[in-house]
């Protein structure tokens, strides 16, 4: 299968009470037949949402989605297939009608 390769990086940068944490960066690399970034930039501002907020959703869902694709046969997807893919096709047209307004 052909596929894009990210690295992901989550680094602290405060704690739940606003100060800083000093703690080691999480870094990983993931593969995705599709290109995140580019669905990351159409997703900015979708759905009503800030575009951070937006951007981070669409990230997340797409890492989500190669995980369970790629383990679609796994019990542990099975219940949530179908509401995954609604809720996706839910976010696209969100998007849809926010451009239109």
């Not at 989550?10 to 000093?22: A, C, F, N, R, Y």
């Not at 290109?35 to 900015?44: P, S």
């Amino acid at each position: 299968m052909n596929s894009y390769s990210y690295r992901v990086t989550v680094e602290p940068l405060t704690g739940s009470k606003g100060e800083p944490v000093e703690a080691t960066a999480l870094s990983f690399v993931i593969k995705n037949h599709d290109d995140i970034l580019a669905i990351a930039e159409r997703a900015k501002g979708r759905a009503g949402l800030d575009e951070e907020t937006s951007t981070a959703l669409a990230i997340s869902l797409k890492m989500f989605s190669e995980v369970m694709l790629l383990n679609r046969k796994n019990p542990l997807f099975e219940n949530i297939q179908g509401p995954f893919r609604d809720f996706i096709q839910a976010f696209k047209a969100a998007g849809k009608t926010d451009r239109a307004e």
